[in-house]
Nanobody, 126 residues
C-alpha cells in the first residue's frame, strides 16, 4: 500500500511554470510505476504522464508532450511533474497515482492504478 500526498498546485498566468510534487509513504514505492492524471471541470479524468518503476521509460499525453516532464526519485519517495508553458486548457485538479508492479512498464488507464492522492488544483488564467 502506498499513501500519496500532492503539493505544488496554484493559480498562475498563461505561459508560466509549476512543479507538482507527490510524496509517497509505504514500503512499495520502489516497485511502483507512477502516473499523473488530471480532471478538469465537467471532464473525465485523463492521463497526463507516467513513469515506469525504474524510471527507464516515460509516457506523456499528446496535449502535454514537450511541455511537461515527470521525475521519480526512489531514494526520496517522490514523483514530480514539471509543467512549463501552461495554458488555460491545463486548468484541472491533478492527481498522483501509484501502480504496484514488477514490470518496468507504464499504464495509461486510470483503472490500472492502485492508489491515488487527493489531488492538487492548478488554475491557469489567460
Amino acid at each position: 500500500q502506498v499513501q500519496l500526498v500532492e503539493s505544488g498546485g496554484g493559480l498562475v498566468q498563461a505561459g508560466a511554470s509549476l512543479r507538482l510534487s507527490c510524496a509517497a509513504s509505504g514500503r512499495t514505492f520502489s516497485t511502483s510505476a507512477m502516473g499523473w492524471f488530471r480532471q478538469g471541470p465537467g471532464k473525465e479524468r485523463e492521463f497526463v504522464a507516467g513513469i515506469s518503476r525504474r524510471s527507464s521509460s516515460t509516457s506523456y499525453s499528446d496535449s502535454v508532450k514537450g511541455r511537461f516532464t515527470i521525475f521519480k526519485d526512489n531514494a526520496k519517495n517522490t514523483v514530480s511533474l514539471q509543467m512549463n508553458s501552461l495554458s488555460p486548457e491545463d486548468t484541472a485538479t491533478y492527481y498522483c497515482a501509484a501502480r504496484t508492479t514488477y514490470l518496468d512498464s507504464i499504464a495509461v488507464l486510470a483503472t490500472a492504478y492502485d492508489n491515488w492522492g487527493q489531488g492538487t488544483q492548478v488554475t491557469v488564467s489567460s
